[in-house]
């Protein structure tokens, strides 16, 4: 019932930056929480940012909260990630996802609908 498309990724340098956008249609998702989680070769999908019907904002690691800022634009349907002062190990492909409750959750399994996901390469 929701479709969710990631953009924004590419080729940055060490400490460039980028900022990932996820359009959302098929229904508004302003009561929905809004999320982003990435995926390195080899590695689990991580948590990395979410942000709550109610603005309330979490960032897996205090790195992530000192270089990320997630937002969500209820007029535009939509919820981006900036991401400053990029490292290699932040090297990934970045899914958006959506949970219908509205409640902020680390965990992929509560969310209920995942974008096609936006690759990110930091180089070294």
């Known amino acids: 019932q929701v479709q969710l498309v990631e953009s924004g990724g590419g080729l940055v340098q060490t400490g460039g930056s980028l900022r990932l956008s996820c359009v959302a249609s098929?229904?508004?998702?302003?009561?929905?929480?809004l999320g982003w989680f990435r995926q390195a070769p080899e590695k689990e999908r991580e948590f990395v940012a979410a942000?709550?019907?109610?603005?309330?904002?979490?960032y897996n690691t205090d790195s992530m909260k000192g270089r990320f800022t997630i937002s969500r634009d209820y007029a535009k349907n939509t919820v981006d990630l900036q991401m400053n002062s990029l490292k290699p190990e932040d090297t990934a492909v970045y899914y958006c996802a959506a949970r219908i409750t509205g409640v902020i959750s680390s965990r992929e399994d509560d969310y209920d609908y995942w974008g096609q996901g936006t690759q990110v390469t930091v180089s070294s």
């Open positions: 098929g229904r508004t998702v302003s009561s929905y929480a």
């Open positions: 942000i709550s019907s109610s603005y309330y904002r979490s």
